[in-house]
């Protein structure tokens, strides 16, 4: 079994942190809130103090942060990942970050004498749990064939993409489809209940039909009912939104809809709304109709 490293014990590191001991690696583990960790340092993680150490005790190291400026942080200075890499080990990034900045870290990784790549992840907390996560991944082919064994015990599904940073715009450009398709949920749900249909049959409806992709299947129902703590709010998903937006004005890739999309999840901002799942679009939309958004959620 490789040893393996994990940088960013958040909502979903830690949970593919939990998988790749389940399957029997040995992983060394940073956090920045090392309290967030312990539950897996009870599960066997080792603990280090620094990513600079994981990297040290580790032939493959993973990181997954929010976004790129976090990875800026862990991967940059005297205690930073970087400072740790070396000849023959490989550096393996699963956050959603800009293409341009992952291309630039891939070559800073190349200079130590390792090697990188981008594997963002598409799924949710659920997906992970099911064990039917996807990855993309970028970077050169021979690499990921060297760690294609660790991905595939993460998520069934590993795609190879193309060059490093190909694999992080793949990834933004499936998220933009994410809130484009909550947003269009959102008003085929208000268009049936404004026009006299309950809002849990138009949900069952829809979320039984021809539009229930596995994301409208899991967040559709979060119109009736938001979750406790968001799976992916609308700091994180307007992140992406943007991302988005700058590759396209890069490439003269008009976006209409993400644009569009945007606009409601700044407005979610506006209303306070910002650490909620961005299914809250819904809410958004609802006020805009003059409709009550989440009153099911209120009854016992
Ligand atoms: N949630 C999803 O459904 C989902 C799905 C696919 C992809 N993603 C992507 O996966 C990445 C992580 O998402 P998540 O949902 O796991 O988010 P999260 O629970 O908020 O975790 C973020 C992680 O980044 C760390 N971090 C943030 N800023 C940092 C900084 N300045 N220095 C050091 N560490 C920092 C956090 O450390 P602390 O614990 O100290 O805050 C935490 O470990 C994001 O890029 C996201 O877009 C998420």
């Known amino acids: 079994m490789t040893d393996l490293g994990f940088v960013g014990l958040g909502v979903m590191g830690s949970r ?3 998988r790749l001991l389940d399957a029997g690696h040995c992983v060394t583990g940073w956090n920045r809130t090392r309290t967030k960790a312990e539950w897996l340092i009870e599960r066997g993680l080792r ?3 620094s990513p600079r150490e994981v990297a040290l005790a ?3 190291v993973i990181t997954m942060v929010t976004d790129t400026e976090a990875l800026r942080q862990v991967t940059g200075g005297a205690s930073g990942l970087l ?3 070396g000849e023959g080990r490989v550096y393996v990034d699963m956050s959603t970050v800009s293409p341009a900045a992952s291309r630039e870290l891939a070559e800073r990784v190349r200079a130590t004498g390792a090697r990188m790549l981008d594997a963002p992840v598409s799924g949710s907390v659920a997906t992970l749990e099911e064990g039917r996560l996807s990855l993309m991944v970028g970077g050169d082919a021979e690499t990921f064939e060297r760690v294609r064994p660790v991905l595939e015990a993460i998520g069934p599904t590993v795609t190879y993409v193309g060059p490093n940073g190909q694999a992080a715009l793949m990834k933004i450009a499936t998220n933009l489809g994410l809130a484009v398709q909550m947003l269009a949920f959102s008003e085929a749900v208000l268009l049936a209940e404004k026009g006299g249909i309950s809002r849990e049959t138009a949900v069952h409806v829809l979320t039984n039909s021809a539009v229930a992709s596995p994301m409208v299947r899991y967040r559709g129902p979060f119109v009736l009912r938001q979750p406790d703590e968001a799976w992916f709010d609308v700091d ?4 992406d939104l943007r ?3 700058e590759a396209g004005l890069e490439f003269d890739m008009p976006l209409p809809t993400t644009a569009v999309t945007n606009e409601f999840l700044t407005a979610a901002r506006g209303m306070g709304l910002a650490r909620h799942d961005f299914a809250v679009v819904f809410d958004v939309l609802a006020a805009m109709a003059g409709v009550e958004a989440r009153r099911e959620a209120r009854e016992p």
Do not use: Q
């Open 16 to 18: 593919i942190a939990e």
């Open 47 to 49: 603990w280090a103090d």
């Open 58 to 60: 580790s032939d493959v």
């Open 83 to 85: 400072a740790g890499l």
């Open 236 to 239: 994180m998903m307007r992140k």
């Open 243 to 245: 991302l988005a937006l």
